[in-house]
């Protein structure tokens, strides 16, 4: 009830938010949840059946480590609920260097380092036959990945924090937070909450919480189409067909191969900037034929009738790096925020981290690079 003090509150129960509020009441602590609309919505970054997982990182080795965590913890939640939340398709990866000779080097060094390995046509075609390879391009298959069933993760991580005691409040939407001596006040438009921690988890929504830090995020609306495959043989998951990633002149495409009566699902973050409360939600008919004419051209056969177009929002740091760090002026309020369009596979992780920053003061994982710092070092640091 509004008035009630808490040892924490998080706000925001997503892909970060949701695995914290477990894992902080599983260590027994009181723990109030507090979500604007209902876990699994359809209106932030994680919606839409399922999201890409895999171990390896291109943006540095700092990440691997909570990588391989994340899927020991996807493999310990399956456990406990007897639920599949991963599953395993392995990755192709379609690179048009061209002239760009950083491809073929950043290819090599990941095949190095025993993540990838580079196919040229005659084992591309050999192996997974749909793809079609370019003047200039290479491509390469990583086996440790998949996707993730992220509204099941979400919506699971949510129950077990309430199995364990924790207060859940949904479309419940915070108006804002004050330190309160060594504490937090939060206000939301049903009343007010007091704790000891704050954890603050809203995504897209983290700069209207965070305003006084001025963080440099910006918010991007991605599109997803979803095609009913017309050569299931090559793609659909039973048959043997991978996650892709389509790094091609066109853009940088990503999807997941059809499944159940899910179909194949290509998306793309347009670089439209926006906002979480003005993005557009609605997806064009020219926005579904780009799609189309991509996968026909490099993926022929797995868009045959379209079965469904969404959108979703990417917020991205200005150097692609998360935050996951303490508030510089407030020590009693922990951040989780900028996860640039690669968030939800380390969705378990971030819980773990997260819940030890608000718990113990300090983590076992390595973090000093998604410090909040970084930034404040920086102040010229732009979008």
């Known amino acids: 009830m509004s008035g009630e003090t808490y040892d924490v509150i998080v706000v925001g129960l997503g892909a970060a938010g949701s695995p914290t509020a477990y894992r902080l009441a599983q260590r027994g602590l009181k723990v109030l949840g507090l979500e604007m609309y209902?876990?699994?919505?359809?209106?932030?970054?994680?919606?839409?059946?399922?999201?890409?997982?895999?171990?390896?990182?291109?943006?540095g080795d700092a990440y691997e480590p909570l990588a391989s965590r994340a899927f020991e913890l996807w493999d310990e939640l399956a456990a406990e609920t007897g639920q599949e939340f991963l599953t395993i398709t392995g990755e192709v990866r379609l690179l048009a260097?061209?002239?760009?000779?950083?491809?073929?080097?950043?290819?090599?060094?990941?095949?190095?380092?025993?993540?990838?390995?580079?196919?040229?046509?005659?084992?591309?075609?050999?192996?997974?036959?749909?793809?079609?390879?370019?003047?200039?391009?290479?491509?390469?298959?990583?086996?440790?990945?998949?996707?993730?069933?992220?509204?099941?993760?979400?919506?699971?991580?949510?129950?077990?924090?309430?199995?364990?005691?924790?207060?859940?409040?949904?479309?419940?939407?915070?108006?804002?937070?004050?330190?309160?001596?060594?504490?937090v006040r939060v206000t939301t438009q049903n009343g007010e909450y007091r704790a000891?921690?704050?954890?603050?988890?809203?995504?897209?929504?983290?700069?209207?919480?965070?305003?006084?830090?001025?963080?440099p995020i910006q918010v991007n609306r991605s599109i997803n189409g979803y095609f009913e495959p017309s050569k299931p043989e090559w793609w659909r998951a039973e048959n043997g067909a991978p996650d892709f990633i389509l790094d091609v002149p066109e853009g940088g495409f990503y999807g997941m191969p059809a499944i159940g009566d899910i179909g194949l699902k290509i998306g793309l973050s347009t670089q439209d900037?926006?906002?979480?409360?003005?993005?557009?939600?609605?997806?064009?008919?020219?926005?579904?034929?780009?799609?189309?004419?991509?996968?026909?051209?490099?993926?022929?056969?797995?868009?045959?009738?379209?079965?469904?177009?969404?959108?979703?929002?990417?917020?991205?740091?200005?150097?692609?790096h998360f935050i996951i760090d303490r508030h510089p002026e407030h020590p009693q309020v922990i951040l989780g925020c900028g996860f640039s369009g690669r968030g939800y596979k380390f969705s378990p992780v971030l819980g773990e981290i997260l819940s030890d920053l608000a718990a113990d003061g300090q983590t076992r994982h390595d973090i000093s690079f998604l410090s909040v710092e970084r930034f404040r070092a920086a102040p010229d640091a732009q979008l």
């Not at 209902?38 to 943006?59: D, V």
């Not at 793809?131 to 069933?149: C, N, V």
């Not at 005691?165 to 001596?181: H, K, M, P, Q, Y």
């Open 273 to 320: 900037k926006t906002g979480p409360r003005t993005i557009r939600r609605t997806i064009e008919p020219r926005e579904v034929e780009y799609l189309r004419q991509t996968l026909e051209k490099y993926m022929p056969g797995a868009a045959g009738r379209d079965l469904a177009a969404i959108t979703c929002m990417d917020a991205y740091t200005v150097d692609d």
């Open 38 to 59: 209902e876990p699994g919505h359809a209106l932030g970054s994680s919606h839409g059946y399922h999201r890409m997982i895999r171990k390896s990182s291109i943006q």
């Open 196 to 215: 000891g921690r704050l954890v603050i988890t809203t995504g897209a929504y983290a700069g209207e919480l965070l305003a006084d830090l001025e963080l």
């Open 97 to 183: 260097g061209g002239s760009d000779p950083r491809y073929h080097v950043n290819a090599e060094e990941m095949a190095r380092r025993g993540f990838w390995e580079i196919l040229d046509e005659a084992e591309l075609g050999k192996r997974f036959p749909g793809f079609r390879l370019y003047d200039g391009m290479i491509a390469t298959y990583e086996a440790d990945a998949g996707f993730l069933w992220s509204e099941r993760g979400i919506i699971t991580h949510v129950e077990l924090a309430r199995k364990h005691g924790a207060t859940i409040r949904t479309s419940e939407e915070v108006l804002n937070w004050a330190a309160d001596g060594e504490g």
